[in-house]
């Protein structure tokens, strides 16, 4: 697991990107969506992409509403972020989620050429951008966004979690 950002090459000109001024509002936006996740059911990740200081698009994970094991927040967030500006490459976006993408999103960040990547809470199980692979910094791959975590907010985000799969396991019914 590596802890420092990645400096990475962005298409967009690093002036015109988020910067870490900007994390803790668009962070909090994510999360923010990520607790409407949780409201119908779903794990609670939400994501925002930012575009010259303004969110173009924002989500929460939707696979439980949806039935669709790629409904998560990155995933719609991108696509949505795409169809709001009318092309696929996103070069001079941000993308803010709560929790270490996965290698379905880490992989669509780069597909999009998303130019930076921020996250409140790294994902030792499935994470993809630094805790199991490390997608974003790889040499193989075509484009590599900047990446960095954004710590402040990690005890609400893991809170946030956590009281969901503790909620989640008190609406089950026991096994005989």
Known sequence: MRDRPHSGAPFADAASIAG???DDRFMREALAEGRRAADHGDVPIGAAIVRDGSIVARAGNRREVDADPTAHAEIIAIRDAARALGRWRLSDCALYVTVEPCAMCAGAAVLARIALVVFGAPDEK?????????????SWMNHRPRWRLYPQLRDEVERLLSDFFVMQRKSRPEAD
């Open 126 to 138: 499935a994470g993809a951008v630094r805790s199991v692979a490390e997608l974003l910094d790889a």
């Open 20 to 22: 870490p001024s900007d």
